[in-house]
């Protein structure tokens, strides 16, 4: 009886590091690129929510926005597993939302 409480503890306790596995991406990040682009990252039910918005585009047009869930501590990914944000050793974000990858760093 022991035994099963114990794996049961541990199970509950395993499952639940998983929550803030994405929590360092939360927040507002700047690229350094000739065209300034924002990346605003949410917590939503079931992952998080990414804006990429390219700060010059006034109507929209170039905005990117999807849902992401975290694989790990460093790696948000589309559904099907695709990467999408990446966070870095050094505490900055690559992108791989666009055609291009872009690197950002946090301002909040």
């Known amino acids: 009886m022991k035994k099963i409480i114990f794996a049961l503890l541990a199970c509950a ?3 639940g590091c ?3 596995e994405g929590a360092a991406f939360v927040g507002v990040w700047k690229n350094s690129d000739k065209l300034s682009e924002t990346l605003t990252v949410t917590k939503i039910d ?3 929510r990414a804006l990429s918005q390219i700060d010059k585009d006034t ?3 170039m905005k990117v926005e999807t849902v992401l869930v975290a ?3 460093q ?3 589309k559904d099907g597993g695709k990467r999408a944000l990446e966070l870095a050793s050094d505490g900055t974000v690559t992108s791989f939302l666009r055609n291009k990858e872009d690197t950002f760093t946090k301002v909040n």
């Open 71 to 73: 694989e790990s501590k």
């Open 59 to 61: 109507k929209g047009y």
């Open 46 to 48: 079931g992952g998080y």
């Open 18 to 20: 998983n929550k803030d």
């Open 13 to 15: 306790a395993l499952a």
């Open 75 to 77: 790696l948000l990914v």
